[in-house]
């Protein structure tokens, strides 16, 4: 591990020994589970180090030292603390646990939720959550549009996470109305993002979400850059939002906000 060692040092993370043993384990168990199921495409140790495990760990660059994500924007180094006050966090669409899992590695106190509608992969967190003796965690299988109507859930958050789900219209929608309100949605993107962010304009401002930056990152060993988009929750969801599922997508907010 030490290609993500070396990476997390650049990033103002200190890996300690248990936390590279943690995602040994996990390396070697995304592995074997993708012989019987396709959790990913990208399996090669090196690759896992830089695209899936460093990658979810810039999402700690939004995360807030204490408390929430300040107006004042990212910081630049997150410190690591134990005894901080624990933050309600969502993976949605986590898939084999990117961002969520790398980042409950290396902060313990999360309290984290990871939503995947794949029954398979569901399983995968299952198993991979006992092998690492992470507590504080809940498995949900179901869809973002049913969870975001489901009061245990709806505007229950301090911080809703997504890497690699859809384009930023529909992903507010998917995630803002699970985001409380001075909550934030991060979501990891590629370097070029103006245009989607364009497009997403009104459906944040439908939802209640505000873009208060966007930070572009250079990966060492990743040849384009990275973008984390932070979204705040200023307001309120209205009730009928998120549409049911598959609405999102079919129809995303950017095409009919002007009318709505």
Known sequence: ?????????????????????????????LCAWNRKFNL????????????????????????????????????????????????????????AGFPGVPLKIMRPTLRMTLLESSHKKILFLEHLVKRLGLKNVELLWARAEEVGQ???????????????????????????????????????????????????????????????EVKVLQLPGLR????LVLVEKVAPTPPKYPRRPGMPKKRPLSTITNTD
Do not use: N, W
């Not at 399996?43 to 695209?51: C, F, P, W």
């Open 1 to 29: 591990m030490e290609l993500l060692r070396d990476g997390a040092r650049t990033l103002g993370l200190c890996l300690a020994a248990e936390h590279l043993r943690a995602f040994q384990i996990y390396y070697q168990e």
């Open 224 to 227: 384009e850059p990275r973008s």
């Open 40 to 95: 990913t495409t990208v399996t090669g140790y090196e690759e896992v180090q830089l695209k899936h495990f460093l990658d979810s760990l810039t999402c700690l660059l939004a995360f807030p030292a204490q408390g929430m994500v300040s107006a004042g924007g990212i910081p630049d180094v997150v410190p690591l603390s134990t005894t901080e006050t624990p933050l309600l966090c969502i993976d949605v669409g986590t898939g």
């Open 150 to 212: 489901d009061a245990h859930h709806r505007e229950r958050y301090d911080i809703a996470l997504a890497r690699a789900v859809a384009d930023m219209a529909v992903l507010v929608e998917y995630c803002l109305p699970l985001c409380r309100k001075g909550g934030y949605l991060i979501a990891q993107k590629g370097a070029d993002i103006e245009a989607e962010l364009k497009a997403a304009e009104g459906a944040m401002h439908l939802l209640g979400g505000k873009l208060r």
